[in-house]
């Protein structure tokens, strides 16, 4: 069973942390999910994640809406790239709870990479409809929606990380939604799990 990643979690780094133990780095390997679009698409907000609280420069805190990446399935010639990673339901047990704006979908026969086992099952997370509705209802609403900076900079170093990011770039739906600066509070209240999403 496998895990397909597109974001943050192309970097080992961020698996080990999310699952508390390493990983056989070996095993991660660059894959390409046919079908798919990778978009900035996914609210993140109080409402998401009440744990977290984002702050502006100026110490005051942001009330908006920031936006991460999730994926849509568009069709024959479109194509997100990312990693596959070996996992366990033990193992899911820890992702799911941080990637709680998405559901886990089996997208095995879409996904391809280097050694790809037959018999493998592989999952992503899709991100659910109502929470990339948030997204446009913030917009209609007139609240501020923007992409955290700190999040921009740790999906392009993971994708840098293997060779890839200007490929990210080409197959990442352009966003319109700008980036701001915004330190990131959790508030330590909520379970550590929950507490790691960085979504």
Sequence with gaps: MYLFTYGILVNPDQVEATLNHPIDRELMKYAVLSGWERAWNVASDKVSHPERTFLSPDGTEFDGVTVAL????????????????????????????????????????????????????????????????RVEDAVNEGRTVCIRKAYVDSVHAAFERVGQLETFKRLTRVSSFPVRQLETVIDPAYSPNAAQQTR
């Design 70 to 133: 999730g994926i849509e399935q568009r069709g024959d010639g479109w194509e997100c790239d990312g990693a596959v990673i070996p996992v366990t339901d033990a193992d899911l047990s820890f992702f799911d709870p941080r990637e709680r704006s998405y559901d886990r979908v089996d997208v095995t026969q879409a996904v391809t990479w280097a050694g790809k086992p037959e018999d493998c099952v592989v999952h992503a997370y899709v991100p659910r409809q109502d929470v990339c509705r």
